[in-house]
């Protein structure tokens, strides 16, 4: 057997928790697929599958293997597809998006995109935390902000416009800011890069240039969930996507403040590993998402 037809009958044994159940769906005795998964683990030099009497299941080693497998045979399947006319995309789909878009924007809409694509499979990852494309395995991932992957083909899908929000009884309380120069006198949620620890300093665009400003805070928070709680619950103002509040806005939970001096947008930018082929799947997804955020793009007004 060929390497593909190991990573194919792997597969099959870690999908069915199965021997024989593996070598039923590949036509081939239970023997065959035993001497398969030794003829791997021999490759590999490592052990796969933890087999006793009642049980078959992936090792530590197996379950990474197993997914890089699982990979390469859709990227086999769709480069045997890539010229078949009307052939439509398939094999599964590893995504990694930050938390409130995933939650917010991707899953609401996900089930359109499946219903496009029958053939394909969706892995959707949603963390805060950058994760490392090729060591996760990931098609791809999407950022927001500026990019530190410089060895990654990048995509821009366009970008979200932050705003300052507040609660009423925060204002009520605090007064409303006029200017920046009045936020000595107000309070801040501070929110700490996840990934870097840093905190945010108050940012605004005026005639064009970028300015920033140390505030003050008594809350800290290293999530977008808890940033907007501790805003709604009166602990400060907040610079945030405008889609990420849409809800709290029209409830009237939040309303904006500073409306003159918003933040720069930042640029969202989905990244792929960087290969000479990239899977038509990937592709697909990439077009679907950038047509999806463009409602998330959207300001909303500020009440008269």
């Excluded at 006793?52 to 597809?81: K, S």
């Excluded at 992957?149 to 609660?167: F, H, K």
Aim: hydrophobic share 45%; aromatic share 6%.
């Amino acid at each position: 057997m060929d390497r593909i037809d190991l990573f194919r009958i792997f597969v099959r044994v870690v999908d069915s928790a199965s021997f024989t159940r593996a070598a039923e769906i590949s036509g081939v005795s239970r023997s065959s697929v035993s001497m398969a998964v030794q003829a791997l683990e021999a490759r590999v030099g490592a052990r796969l599958i933890n087999r006793t009497t009642r049980r078959v299941a992936p090792t530590q080693d197996g379950l990474a293997l197993y997914e890089r497998c699982r990979r390469v045979l859709a990227d086999v399947e769709e480069a045997e597809n890539l010229f078949r006319p009307g052939e439509a995309p398939r094999g599964q789909l590893r995504v990694d998006l930050p938390g409130r878009i995933g939650r917010l924007v991707v899953a609401p809409r996900l089930p359109a995109f499946l219903d496009r694509y029958p053939g394909i499979d969706v892995v959707l990852g949603v963390t805060d935390r950058a994760i490392n494309l090729i060591e996760e395995a990931a098609d791809c991932v999407l950022r927001i902000g500026p990019l530190a992957d410089s060895s990654m083909t990048a995509r821009g899908i366009g970008v979200l416009e932050l705003i300052n929000v507040a609660s009423p009884a925060y204002l009520a309380r605090h007064g409303v800011p006029g200017t920046p120069d009045d936020l000595g006198a107000h309070r801040m949620v501070l929110y700490a890069s996840p990934s870097t620890g840093r905190v945010e300093a108050f940012e605004w665009v005026a005639e064009g240039e970028t300015h920033s400003r140390a505030v003050a805070g008594r809350v800290t928070v290293n999530s977008a969930e808890a940033y907007i709680a501790c805003c709604v619950a009166g602990l400060g103002i907040i610079q945030i996507p405008a889609y990420d509040v849409q809800a709290e806005l029209d409830r009237g939970e939040l309303v904006e403040v500073l409306p003159d001096f918003r933040a720069a947008p930042m640029p969202m930018t989905l990244l792929f590993p960087h290969r000479r082929y990239l899977p038509r799947r990937a592709r697909v997804f990439a077009d679907w998402l950038a047509e999806e955020m463009i409602a998330v793009r959207r300001v909303p007004a500020v009440p008269d």
